[in-house]
């Protein structure tokens, strides 16, 4: 695929991701809906407990916690950093890391990895997984917000699959989904926590105001390029490598 620059994929997250068509918006909604009632005929998977599988790798999922699977974009992630070379013993932030997926799949890796997330079950899950996966020696999971635990601390990579969303969370989970200024807050600080030639890798969907985060960094001359799209017919996933020129 050929790196496009900051200004061509702002502009094309800013004007061509609103104005899309109106069939396209129909099929979004009627996805939508169909996913609605999906959560109700598999809701024995919600509430309670589930292990998930990615490419052979078991996820526990608590019930108060995103589940990479279901809600499809940690998959994402993780099958699209297979493909990012990483330095040897890189050290590796996964920022907002929920069930702990990207943790454990950098940690495969060799990467040295801090797992941080708002939510405490998150936290609980994440550590689980890395006794499941027998990669606690090379994964630390802490609580906080954003980048707040992390006290003059820089790595080689910062995974971010952020909420989409702007609100007030309602409860845990809910910060998965909504944040009110999380964008401005990771954009402020992120060339502070990068080392020199670090990445930080992004995912966002077309469902909801990423753009606006790539707005932000775009504001302060962050240099933006697209590294893996995916069609799910209501939304596009895409990740983001973000880098300061």
Same mark, same amino acid.
């Given at each position: 695929? &050929?790196? @496009?620059?900051?200004?061509?994929?702002?502009?094309?997250?800013?004007?061509?991701?609103?104005?899309?068509?109106?069939?396209?918006?129909?099929?979004?909604?009627?996805?939508?809906?169909?996913?609605?009632?999906?959560?109700?005929?598999?809701?024995?998977?919600?509430?309670?407990?589930?292990?998930?599988?990615?490419?052979?790798?078991?996820?526990?999922?608590?019930? #108060?916690?995103?589940?990479?699977?279901?809600?499809?974009?940690?998959?994402?992630?993780?099958?699209?950093?297979?493909?990012?070379? %990483?330095?040897?013993?890189?050290?590796?932030? /996964?920022?907002?890391?929920?069930?702990?997926?990207?943790?454990?799949?950098?940690?495969?890796?060799?990467?040295?990895?801090?797992?941080?997330?708002?939510?405490? #079950?998150?936290?609980?899950?994440?550590?689980?997984?890395?006794?499941?996966?027998?990669?606690?020696?090379?994964?630390?999971?802490? @609580?906080?917000?954003?980048?707040?635990?992390?006290?003059? @601390?820089?790595?080689?990579?910062?995974?971010?699959?952020?909420?989409?969303?702007?609100?007030?969370?309602?409860?845990?989970? /809910?910060?998965?989904?909504?944040?009110? /200024?999380?964008?401005?807050?990771?954009?402020?600080?992120?060339?502070?926590?990068?080392?020199?030639?670090?990445?930080?890798?992004?995912?966002?969907?077309? /469902?909801?105001?990423?753009?606006? %985060?790539?707005?932000?960094?775009?504001?302060?001359?962050?240099?933006?390029?697209?590294?893996?799209?995916? &069609?799910?017919? &209501?939304?596009?996933?895409?990740?983001? #490598?973000?880098?300061?020129?």
């Amino acid at each position: 695929m &050929n790196k @496009q620059t900051t200004a061509t994929i702002t502009d094309s997250y800013l004007l061509a991701r609103p104005s899309l068509s109106l069939w396209r918006r129909t099929i979004g909604a009627i996805v939508r809906n169909w996913l609605a009632l999906r959560y109700r005929v598999f809701g024995r998977r919600y509430g309670r407990l589930v292990i998930e599988d990615i490419d052979g790798v078991p996820l526990i999922v608590l019930p #108060e916690v995103f589940n990479p699977v279901l809600l499809r974009t940690g998959e994402f992630m993780v099958r699209a950093l297979a493909e990012v070379k %990483l330095p040897p013993q890189a050290t590796v932030l /996964d920022l907002g890391t929920g069930s702990g997926v990207g943790a454990v799949f950098s940690a495969r890796r060799g990467a040295k990895v801090t797992a941080v997330d708002i939510n405490p #079950e998150a936290v609980r899950c994440a550590r689980m997984n890395a006794l499941l996966n027998r990669l606690e020696d090379n994964i630390q999971v802490l @609580q906080g917000d954003l980048f707040n635990p992390l006290t003059g @601390q820089r790595f080689d990579l910062i995974l971010f699959n952020p909420p989409f969303h702007r609100g007030r969370p309602d409860n845990g989970l /809910d910060h998965a989904w909504r944040g009110e /200024d999380v964008f401005e807050r990771f954009a402020a600080e992120l060339r502070d926590r990068l080392n020199p030639g670090g990445q930080a890798l992004l995912v966002l969907s077309s /469902d909801g105001d990423g753009r606006e %985060l790539l707005a932000l960094l775009a504001e302060q001359g962050y240099a933006v390029t697209i590294k893996a799209e995916k &069609n799910l017919v &209501n939304e596009q996933l895409t990740m983001y #490598e973000v880098r300061v020129k």
